[in-house]
């Protein structure tokens, strides 16, 4: 499967951005779908993920009750809507099929889009 990530740019703290996630490929409804985010000097850190069938969700607890993370099995895209952003969230922001293993854990995810960079100004 190939992702494709988009929806990055520059924000004010407290606005909202929604990333998108495009696959082609392999079924994309096969692939359990997450999102990770890399902040300069840091490692790249887990923030959500969505089961195959959108019913279930985990979310990072820093961003817990903020992002959203969804699909759309039709449009083969899982989204990501960021509210009440804060400096903090500033970071290249990727989107990811998982494979096994636990779905905190990066090295669980075989396919991985190119990143989109969202910074957040106070």
């Known amino acids: 499967v190939q992702l494709q990530a988009s929806g990055g740019g520059l924000v004010r703290a407290g606005d909202s951005l929604r990333l998108s996630c495009a696959a082609t490929?392999?079924?994309?409804?096969?692939?359990?779908m997450g999102w990770f985010r890399q902040a300069p000097g840091k490692e790249r850190e887990f923030v959500a993920v969505?089961?195959?069938?959108?019913?279930?969700?985990l979310y990072a607890d820093s961003v817990k009750g903020r992002f959203t993370i969804s699909r759309d099995s039709a449009e083969n895209t899982v989204y990501l809507q960021m509210n009440s952003l804060k400096p903090d969230d500033t970071a290249v922001y990727y989107c990811?099929?998982?494979?096994?293993?636990?779905?905190?854990?990066?090295?669980?995810?075989?396919?991985w889009g190119q990143g989109t960079q969202v910074t957040v100004s106070s």
């Open positions: 990811a099929a998982h494979g096994s293993g636990s779905y905190y854990d990066r090295s669980a995810y075989l396919y």
């Open positions: 490929g392999r079924t994309f409804g096969s692939y359990v």
């Open positions: 969505i089961t195959r069938s959108g019913k279930s969700t």
